[in-house]
């Protein structure tokens, strides 16, 4: 079967390959929402059918690397810099709350379950349960485009996501340093020390520098929008010198820029569009290609794999946003 789709080379002309990956943003929501079924879905399967592991017309080479990555950060930017500012401070205590009981209670309960009922070794059980005990924005453009992009419930999520994915990366950390044998005092002084300058970094001096740039360059519309790209950037990279993903850099610097860049502006028009036309279907596209549905007819272990990563993942999120919807319950009656 994977050597009758592998039948044709790759494209290797780059105009070929942008174009098919144009009629691929164009044709595949049309087709999927005719079907009711969101078009990010139709980009993550058109991405698997021409990826590597599919009929091998598209190789995922530097060019869609490069794009992928960018749409990812374009994703957390956005939910920064849409997301309402006076809902956000305002529920950032119930975003505390569901992001650690949405990480908690998921890679807890994966790793007993990984590590006693199917024999893996204890980090190997941590590292597979810190792959649902995050979550991503992946759906955020749904949200954007459905107009919800500010409720109550999409911002308390937001907030969350934030704080489930510092808190994998610092597992991630301590896992790598765990099996390297550099986990110690001063590593972990070096990272607090690196990201509160990171931070105060780009919550505080960016948007001075922001400010002022735009009063100077008030009527070049096309020079703020790559005056902001580049701050997005800037932010990413601070990030992974820091020592976390470059996905958190992106998220605060949509929240520095927050106010700074109306909702109804030209600007912001011109960030949604690029984002959600070009950057963030290449993200979208990449994320399919890196999908190998293969490996699920080598054997029953990927399968069984698999299908305890869902379940335990649904059922522990599940258990997260029920167990922050009674304590909002008992708080909001203990008030009144």
Known sequence: MTLLLKLVPPFEDPV??????LLIILVAPIILNKLRIPGIVGLILAGVIVGPNGFN????DASIILFGTV????IMFLAGLEIDMIDFKKNRNRSLIFGALTFLIPITTGTLIFYYLMDYQLLSAILLSSMFSSHTLIA?????????SKNEAVTVTIGGTIVTDTAVLLVLAVVAGSSQGDLDVWY???????LAIFAGIVMFVFPRIASWFFKQIES?????YIFVLTLVFAAAFLAELAGVEAIIGAFLAGLALNPLIPHTSALMNRIEFVGNNIFIP????????????SVLFRGPEALII???????????????????????????RNVT
């Open 140 to 148: 955020y453009p749904i949200a954007s485009r459905l107009g919800i």
């Open 57 to 60: 017309l598209l190789l995922r």
């Open 188 to 194: 972990w002084v070096k990272l607090a020390g690196s």
């Open 306 to 332: 698999a299908g305890v990563i869902v379940v335990v993942a649904l059922v522990t999120k599940f258990l997260a946003a029920g167990s922050l919807k009674r304590y909002l319950g008992t708080a909001v």
């Open 220 to 224: 070049e519309k096309g020079a703020q």
């Open 71 to 74: 749409g990812l950060l374009y």
């Open 282 to 293: 290449f993200f979208l596209i990449n994320v399919g290609m890196i999908v190998d549905l």
């Open 16 to 21: 070929l390959i942008f174009t098919m990956v």
